[in-house]
């Protein structure tokens, strides 16, 4: 009896929610408005493009908050990106959600199908909670916002093929399978984008570098058998995913693993591969949980380490002359979303030419966003 009024309690607060930013303005602040609707952005001195939705972050009056994940860190990146003078919030691309047709480039249609359950979808998050959740809420709520993300990862692609660089904000949802979700990842927003580009012709090969500290296992899955998708992974050896899939080339690193160590090993293997796949387009999947204090792995890397990653990894493509997409995946220390925060704002120091000092500084700032942006 208790669990029922719970699931009817929790579907009268939760079925208004997602409706709210539509019917009432006021819910939002100025920049959620100004990222809400789907919308075309601005190019970063023609050199590189954020895309962003408020539409990203989850909210089930405060339910999120017991999740490993902070769905809020796109939020507050994009929040410090404004606020430390890299982009207005017009400058962001707000993307529109992902349709079914794209889903169905990765997925299988039993699978969406079963995305209808709050059961199921409680269990690919990885939270129980949620399976208490109407499925129309949870629809509404959460899988909405996942497919919004994803939307941002093919406009992210496009924009990169557009100017060289492309970044998203969410996305990097690599434990996705074509036929069910895994470790906080609902759809394979990488292997979608790729695929839509080569439908459209845009692009023929693809490389994907994961640089997250788990196995990217579901892309992986996802472009098995592919020759024209190289997937690239260095991950800790020993925790999740176990059993591994097989990519086209995984380092597997045993800690200790600090910044000298990794940065050795991309550097030993990245040129080669770039030059093995003959890529049109390079996607990094940058997660931050490599950080040393990240709660869920073991590697030793500093903040200033993950900016010097990911700015190699960029530039590799870069200079080649190679368009890059750049998704964020995962990190679930505190201090996660600064430290992606400030790898970001260094990338669009580098190669847009953006101020270079940013103020929030990894990992000492506070958890919230600053307060200069509302």
Known sequence: ?????????????????PLCPLCCSGCMSRFDAATYRPRDGRLVNDAAAVVYSSRYEIDLAGLERFHPFDIHKYGRI??????????????????AEVTRDEL???????YLASLGSSKNVARHLESKGMKLLPARSLDEGVLATFRASTGGTIVAARQALRCGLGINLGGGYHHAHPDHGEGFCIYADVP????????????????LVDLDVHQG??????????????????????????PKARSDLDVELSPPVDDERYLDVLKHHLPRVIRAAKPDLVVVL?????????PLAHFDMTARGIQDRDAYAVGQARERGIPVLYVTSGGYSPDAWQIQYRSIANL???FAGTCSEPSVLAPSAGRTAPAAVK
């Not at 994009?78 to 993307?95: E, I, N």
């Not at 940058?286 to 990240?294: E, F, N, P």
């Open 286 to 294: 940058a997660g931050v949980d490599t950080y040393r204090d990240d």
């Open 217 to 242: 296992n579901g892309n992986a899955v996802c472009f098995t058998g592919d020759d024209d998708v190289f997937t690239f992974s260095i991950h800790e050896a020993g925790i999740y995913p176990v």
């Open 104 to 110: 169905l480039l990765a997925h299988t249609p039993q």
């Open 192 to 207: 979608i984008a790729v695929r839509v580009l080569q439908r459209e012709g845009l692009i023929r090969r693809a490389l």
């Open 348 to 350: 669009l120091a580098t």
């Open 1 to 17: 009896m208790a669990t029922a009024n719970v699931r009817r309690s929790l579907h009268l607060l939760l079925l208004a929610l």
């Open 78 to 95: 994009a929040r410090a990106l404004v606020a430390d003078g890299h982009l207005k919030p017009s400058d962001f691309f707000v993307p």
